[in-house]
């Protein structure tokens, strides 16, 4: 169609170079059969109540090619008539994807593609098309599909349109490389990068696939990373190319580290009427950076401020921009200019690209509304929300004058991406095997609704889960969550008791103040626990059912620079679970608080502090399955479960444990070891306190060790070791020097 639009175009610029220009009174239409002489006017965009000059034809011509209509449109001048003979465009009665079953596959082929059942057949776009369904195919792991286009004619010129699709095998990742000035090892960038390499374990996940557009998301996140480090102008880019003949890629990350980057100074630009007041606290911000390494966090949480006083009335049409200058000795002088806008009001806020997810969940994490004054800064924290859904591959906005000057219309326009997921993996160890199963939806029935079920399976615990996730509960900015769990906890053999949990919880989170989170909840369960016939006389009065209902509520300060492989800042976190109606009535604390400190590069120090305790509150004992055990993870060295009080040959637990642990990252020395991360550590530890003493064999003595640990990563999955020596020990605990795990869940 293309071609022959430019050849009329050609043919209609020679007639009117050789013709005289006249006025055109008339007009006549030939070759229509769907499209009406009405239909056909609208679109020419003629007028024939006006005199139409000659030089208007190519105009006319390029409108009518435009409609997708005509295969074929030619223009003539015959006295004063213009004649316009048209062949139209066969109509597609039906559109076929054959070849492709699944449902998330064939919505976005069917959203993106251009031709659509009932509208005009072009084979221009019928082969544009066809690329369209190619790189959706390649976005979920296909890279050896073939699509052939099929047209089938039909009576009164339609066609019948086909897509025929042979899938063909899904493309694995055999290896992911990182080359260039990295800086860091293999296996701490492997951590960062969402791709995965295709191993026999990961026989469900997806990640193994190679999928262009979580590769760049990959180059996003290793850059992120990067500049969170300190290198300013970092730089990542990918690459990969099948390497073997079973479908098989090697994927590529080029890693251009360049130097490290610190802040030094920065200038604050507000106009003469600014109370400077108002921005004092961002230069106290600043002098905690001052001489750190330059970071995206540390930037953000300048940035944070500045979104915190835009909030004011007096401050909500400004705009806030920054300078970064490099200086001598790798250190960056930042200019904030903040300016005062004229006052604009946002008209309407459209949104495009939502074809799955509700438009009532987008407007949730609006930050600024239709009515509002038009504020630059909240409109970029409201993509941000966006983004932060994880609901879309791209979020992008644009805004234009509205009915007034003062008026502004913005424009969202989002990429929606598939949110469900389906995972399994195992592990093994000195402390056993254990396998998972999951299935997890994001975005439920575009509600923005979390679905998450998954299945653990290990020698003493089998435990199905299944929780919903509503961050936004009837259009409040609070959540509701609800979780069903049943979790059986086999210990006959060592511990001389089987018990069974099954109950609901359900409860919210919000932010409270600045970071610190408020999670209240209410539980129930009914529990049925069993003893051995060797079991202690006390533990078998415990034996039978159980009913609880308790309310319980976390208080959570998180001031980590990041959620994931935290270097910096702090979480204290605080929880309580109060009995409502129980047969035991016992109260649970706990405490834990988590520090962080990059020393050097990649040397990262971590101080962890863990207590809890739990006591009747009533003359019943703490039931076996309600005592605290310390998990292994906070005291190596020692088998876990088995230090602290015994009674006879079982250990029982405690009602109150508590733990301080060290541990700090060692730099690399070797890089021919860069698929080894090595880790010194110290921890110390109690279980203590029952509340019956009868054979009752118990230590209050301080258990503590110090070593090493290693995680490997190898061609058959990552290994972690750990080699432990106990420093201050009971007599009654069992020692547990070598710690490995091979494997992990997913």
């Known amino acids: 169609m293309i071609k022959k639009f430019l050849l009329s175009l050609f043919l209609l610029y020679l007639f009117l170079s050789i013709s005289n220009a006249k006025n055109i009174n008339d007009i006549e239409i030939t070759g229509n059969k769907r499209i009406t002489y009405e239909t056909i006017i609208l679109f020419s965009g003629v007028d024939i109540s006006k005199t139409i000059e000659t030089k208007e034809l190519n105009e006319i011509l390029k409108k009518l090619y435009e409609t997708n209509f005509f295969e074929d449109v030619k223009l003539t001048i015959d006295d004063n008539k213009l004649l316009i003979n048209v062949v139209e465009l066969p109509l597609i009665s039906s559109l076929e994807i054959n070849g492709v079953e699944a449902k998330k596959i064939k919505e976005p082929i069917i959203n993106n593609i251009y031709l659509k059942n009932k509208g ?88 193994k696939f190679l999928n262009e557009e979580r590769v760049l998301l990959d180059v996003r996140l290793l850059t992120n990373f990067y500049k969170n480090k300190g290198f300013y102008d970092a730089k990542v880019t990918s690459s990969f ?294 079991a202690s006389n006390n533990l078998k009065k415990q034996k039978g059912t159980y009913f609880d209902t308790d309310i319980d509520y976390v208080l959570d300060l998180d001031r980590r620079n990041q959620k994931f492989k935290t270097s910096d800042g702090f979480r204290s976190k605080f929880t309580q679970s109060i009995p409502l109606i129980s047969e035991t009535n016992a109260l649970l604390n706990g405490y834990e608080l988590n520090l962080y400190e990059e020393f050097l590069d990649d040397v990262i120090g971590n101080f962890t502090f863990y207590a809890r305790a739990i006591n009747s509150l009533t003359d019943d004992n703490v039931r076996i399955s309600e005592r605290l055990f310390l998990p292994s993870s906070r005291l190596r060295g020692f088998e876990a479960g088995k230090i602290g009080p015994k009674d006879g040959g079982d250990f029982i637990g405690g009602n109150y444990v508590t733990s301080v642990n060290v541990t700090s990252t060692l730099p690399t020395l070797f890089k021919d070891l860069e698929t080894l991360d090595f880790k010194v550590f110290l921890d110390a530890a109690n279980v203590w306190g029952v509340d019956y003493e009868s054979t009752l064999d118990e230590s209050n003595k301080i258990r503590s060790a110090t070593g090493i640990a290693v995680d490997w990563y190898t061609v058959i999955g990552p290994l972690s070791f750990s080699y432990s020596l106990p420093i201050s020990k009971a007599d009654t605990d069992i020692k547990e020097n070598f710690r490995f795990q091979i494997g992990t869940t997913f």
């Open 120 to 207: 005009s057949f072009n084979k221009f776009y019928a082969d544009k098309d066809r690329e369209i369904i190619l790189n959706v195919l390649k976005n979920f792991g296909y890279y050896f599909s073939n699509v052939n286009v099929i047209t089938q004619d039909q009576a009164n010129n339609t066609v019948k349109l086909i897509y025929d699709v042979k899938l063909g095998k899904k493309a694995h990742i055999k290896s992911i490389n990182f080359i260039g000035d990295k800086k860091y090892k293999k296996r701490k960038l492997y951590d960062i990068i969402t791709s995965e390499e295709s191993k026999f374990w990961k026989f469900i996940s997806g990640k």
């Open 241 to 534: 190319a099948e390497i073997s003949d079973d479908g098989k890629f090697d994927l590529i990350f080029n890693i251009n580290a360049g130097q490290k980057f610190y802040f030094n100074s920065l200038k604050l630009n507000l106009p003469n009427n600014f109370n400077e007041e108002y921005f004092n606290n961002i230069n106290k911000i600043f002098l905690k950076l001052q001489g750190k390494p330059y970071s995206f966090n540390g930037v953000s949480k300048i940035i944070k401020e500045i979104e915190r006083i835009a909030l004011l009335d007096q401050y909500e049409s400004i705009n806030a921009s920054v300078s970064i200058q490099i200086t001598e000795n790798n250190k960056l002088n930042f200019n904030f200019d903040i300016k005062q806008l004229p006052k604009e009001y946002v008209e309407r806020i459209n949104i495009f690209g939502n074809n799955i997810t509700r438009e009532d969940v987008l407007r949730q994490q609006f930050e600024i509304d239709e009515g509002d004054a038009y504020n630059e800064i909240l409109l970029n924290k409201t993509i941000n929300n966006l983004k932060n859904l994880n609901y879309f591959k791209t979020v992008e906005s644009s805004s234009a004058i509205g009915s007034k000057k003062d008026l502004k219309i913005i424009n969202i326009n989002v990429d929606e991406k598939p949110t469900g997921e389906i995972f399994a993996g195992a592990g093994y160890g000195t402390s056993g095997g254990t396998i998972g199963l999951g299935l997890k939806e994001n975005n439920f029935m575009g509600k923005g609704i979390e679905f998450d079920t998954n299945l653990k399976l290990s020698e003493e615990v089998i435990r199905g889960q299944f929780s919903v996730y509503n961050p936004n509960f009837r259009g409040s900015d609070n959540s509701l969550f609800t979780n069903i769990q049943s979790l059986t906890t086999d210990r006959m053999t060592e511990y001389g008791y089987k018990t069974t949990k099954t109950g609901v919880s359900f409860g919210t989170k919000f932010e409270y103040f600045e970071d610190l989170f408020l999670s209240p909840s209410f539980s129930t369960f009914y529990e049925s626990l069993k003893t051995t016939s060797e």
